[in-house]
């Protein structure tokens, strides 16, 4: 059986995803169904100017990085070699934040960049005739078993649904937080006071966007070991539409109340809930930490 050819693009980017990619620990199993006839960094059968000079078959489309009708690749337009191959692959998929929303780059002096489909959560038209076969994941960089899961699906026909931002719900419905160890000192209030601390919630105090970021680093661990917010560390957000933000390590908040409120709950629910939280004591938790 033919294997499924890949060509991986990369516009302006720092190749964190295509790192990522290499960390996926069944990647020989995977290599022997999939075929990159372009990788930036894995070894392939062609070179970056063989793939623009040249009409090459492929049948998934993969691209990193922000999107700019200014940036070029061996001094061709990036979106000219998207287009190439955009017409004649089975699907696109968007690799990482900068590639989906435009990302670190587009805060940092690329202004200008893009993502494929979406200008942070506001959609462009680029390439909008090209959504309907785009597949998109966030991710700063991108967990290498969510790629690998989506181009398995694709090979074996199965239908994924997306969300608005052409990500799958499989792995996109839900937050960060959902499967996080510290679910419980969530719930009581009770925030961790130390960076690398097994016990505490870091979302009160110190910036984590666990609770509003739809990913599934704690239900699918990194390298299936472990995830930030359970090494102690708060989530970053880095899978939203306007990652990054400011002040990663300490909550933004108005009048003491988070600027930010986990998905689904209102200010009003917020508030009634923190104020029935506060009339408990749980001492076994406040032991833990201190």
């Not at 000192?185 to 505490?200: C, T």
């Not at 390298?223 to 300490?250: A, I, L, M």
Request: aromatic share 12%; with cysteine; hydrophobic share 35%.
């Amino acid at each position: 059986m033919s294997k499924i050819k890949l060509l991986w693009l990369t516009s302006i980017a720092c190749n964190g995803n295509a790192h990522s990619f290499l960390n996926y620990n069944e990647l020989e199993v995977f290599l022997d169904n999939f075929e990159f006839i372009y990788h930036p960094i894995i070894e392939s059968d062609y070179c970056l100017e063989d793939i623009i000079q040249k009409d090459l078959d492929c049948d998934i489309l993969l691209i990193e990085g922000a999107i700019s009708s200014e940036y070029k690749k061996a001094n061709e337009p990036i979106i000219n070699i998207i287009n190439k191959y955009a017409s004649k692959v089975k699907k696109i998929i968007t690799v990482g934040t900068c590639a989906t929303f435009g990302g670190i780059f587009k805060h940092s002096g690329y202004s200008y960049a893009t993502g494929f489909h979406f200008n942070e959560d506001k959609p462009t038209f680029l390439f909008s005739s090209l959504k309907e076969k785009t597949i998109s994941i966030s991710g700063c960089p991108i967990q290498p078993q969510i790629l690998a899961n989506i181009l398995y699906s694709i090979k074996n026909d199965i239908d994924l649904k997306l969300d608005q931002f052409n990500r799958p719900k499989e792995y996109f419905n839900y937050t960060v937080h959902n499967g996080c160890t510290r679910n419980e000192y969530f719930e009581y209030k009770i925030d961790n006071h130390k960076f690398g601390a097994k016990e505490g919630c870091m979302f009160y105090d110190h910036g984590c966007a666990a609770p509003y970021t739809q990913g599934s680093c704690n239900k699918i661990l990194w390298n299936d070991v472990n995830s930030k917010t359970r090494n102690g560390e708060p989530c970053h957000g880095c899978t939203d539409p306007d990652f990054p933000q400011d002040d990663f390590f300490k909550t933004k908040k108005h009048m003491g109340i988070p600027a930010n409120l986990p998905v689904g709950v209102g200010k009003r629910a917020y508030l009634t809930l923190a104020g029935v939280t506060k009339a408990f004591k749980i001492k076994r938790l406040e032991e833990d930490l201190f």
